[in-house]
């Protein structure tokens, strides 16, 4: 799916939406470049969490384990946070950040999932996977299923229900959460009850007429997403034999998976791939709930928590999540 040479016009932000961005204009640009990276690293670094922020008042615990990572591979971090004076077997959600697959850690985008800690009672399991170009394909994929697995295999010991594990992510994250039930799937591995696909990083072709109409334009551009997945994939990206555990995009079966849900702006590089990977799953026989937010720039909900689209957002994961989880 190629854009035409002359550009479309791309879609409009929200009113509200495109306020918050012009006063993230002076701090984010949508454009990046793998000379960028380390100075962004040490920005978003005076921004991680506080052991406080995690424990929100007394209403968290968590706890921080090292597991055993891929064979030969050092530990994989997970933070697990668990509503406060809570007992029994809970449902969990299995949590992979974002940040291009270059930035970030297991605190990183936590603040929506604290919310759920909250309002679902469930227990959240954030993985620290590792980060590329210094680490490519596969390791943070094998690092966040490492995990994954090591999590069903100790969920009464978590506090965890095995049956109600939920994979999700944002971004980055979200492309890692399909790839990690693709590999669930394809290694007969932890049965999921669900998948959450935040804004998911998909595609490494760059093509569609999205990443096109939305070049230079809101957060994480065409010029971004070809720093990231070419740290991630080097000279393949693009080409013909790039996975689908590193790029879901490319996976010819999408059958057998868990129920998905995927929402995306429709004001961002990533909408036509994660539209085309909803309309997919439902061309194999899945169950897939899309939302494409009017006017949604990439991770609006994070930037602007408190704009309208932003709450309706948010509400809508909460109540997939309830509904998948039984609660």
């Given at each position: 799916?190629?854009?035409?040479?002359?550009?479309?016009?791309?879609?409009?932000?929200?009113?509200?939406?495109?306020?918050?961005?012009?006063?993230?204009?002076?701090f984010?640009?949508?454009?990046?470049?793998?000379?960028?990276?380390?100075?962004?690293?040490?920005?978003?670094?005076?921004?991680?969490?506080?052991?406080?922020?995690?424990?929100?008042?007394?209403?968290?615990?968590f706890?921080?384990?090292?597991?055993?990572?891929?064979?030969g591979?050092?530990?994989?971090?997970?933070?697990?946070c668990?509503?406060?004076?809570?007992?029994?077997?809970?449902?969990?959600?299995?949590?992979?950040?974002?940040?291009?697959?270059?930035?970030?850690d297991?605190?990183?985008?936590?603040?929506?999932?604290?919310?759920?800690?909250?309002?679902?009672?469930?227990?959240?399991?954030?993985?620290?996977?590792?980060?590329?170009?210094?680490?490519?394909?596969?390791?943070?994929?094998?690092?966040?299923?490492?995990?994954?697995?090591?999590?069903?295999?100790?969920?009464a010991?978590?506090?965890?229900?095995?049956?109600?594990?939920?994979?999700?992510?944002?971004?980055?994250?979200?492309?890692?959460?399909?790839?990690?039930?693709?590999?669930?799937?394809d290694?007969?591995?932890?049965?999921?009850?669900?998948?959450?696909?935040?804004?998911?990083?998909?595609?490494?072709?760059?093509?569609?007429?999205?990443?096109?109409?939305?070049?230079?334009?809101?957060?994480?551009?065409?010029?971004?997403?070809?720093?990231?997945?070419?740290?991630?994939?080097?000279?393949?990206?693009?080409?013909?034999?790039?996975?689908?555990?590193?790029?879901?995009?490319?996976?010819?079966?999408?059958?057998?998976?868990?129920?998905?849900?995927?929402?995306?702006?429709?004001?961002?590089?990533?909408?036509?791939?994660?539209?085309?990977?909803?309309?997919?799953?439902?061309?194999?026989?899945?169950?897939?709930?899309?939302?494409?937010?009017?006017?949604?720039?990439?991770?609006?909900?994070?930037?602007?928590?408190?704009?309208a689209?932003?709450?309706?957002?948010?509400?809508?994961r909460?109540?997939?999540?309830?509904?998948?989880?039984?609660?």
């Amino acid at each position: 799916m190629t854009a035409p040479t002359d550009r479309m016009p791309p879609p409009p932000f929200d009113p509200e939406l495109d306020a918050a961005l012009e006063a993230l204009r002076e701090f984010i640009s949508p454009s990046m470049t793998l000379d960028m990276i380390s100075a962004i690293r040490t920005g978003r670094a005076a921004l991680r969490p506080s052991d406080d922020d995690l424990r929100r008042g007394g209403a968290v615990e968590f706890t921080e384990r090292a597991v055993p990572g891929p064979e030969g591979a050092p530990d994989v971090s997970l933070l697990v946070c668990r509503p406060a004076g809570t007992t029994g077997l809970l449902p969990a959600v299995y949590f992979m950040h974002g940040g291009g697959m270059i930035l970030g850690d297991n605190r990183s985008g936590i603040e929506m999932v604290l919310d759920w800690v909250q309002e679902l009672g469930v227990v959240a399991v954030s993985v620290e996977y590792r980060l590329a170009p210094e680490h490519p394909h596969p390791a943070p994929v094998e690092d966040c299923y490492a995990g994954l697995v090591w999590t069903a295999e100790h969920a009464a010991e978590l506090g965890i229900d095995p049956e109600r594990i939920i994979v999700a992510g944002v971004s980055a994250g979200g492309g890692l959460a399909a790839a990690v039930a693709l590999m669930a799937r394809d290694r007969g591995g932890p049965e999921l009850a669900g998948q959450m696909l935040v804004c998911p990083m998909l595609d490494d072709r760059n093509e569609t007429p999205s990443s096109h109409q939305m070049a230079g334009l809101g957060v994480w551009d065409r010029t971004s997403n070809e720093t990231g997945w070419s740290a991630l994939l080097g000279d393949a990206r693009g080409g013909p034999d790039v996975s689908p555990y590193a790029a879901p995009a490319r996976a010819e079966d999408l059958s057998g998976l868990p129920p998905a849900f995927i929402d995306v702006g429709s004001a961002e590089t990533f909408r036509d791939e994660d539209v085309a990977y909803a309309t997919r799953i439902w061309q194999a026989g899945g169950r897939a709930e899309l939302h494409v937010w009017p006017g949604g720039f990439h991770g609006f909900d994070q930037f602007a928590p408190h704009a309208a689209l932003s709450q309706e957002a948010r509400a809508a994961r909460v109540r997939w999540l309830r509904r998948m989880l039984g609660d």
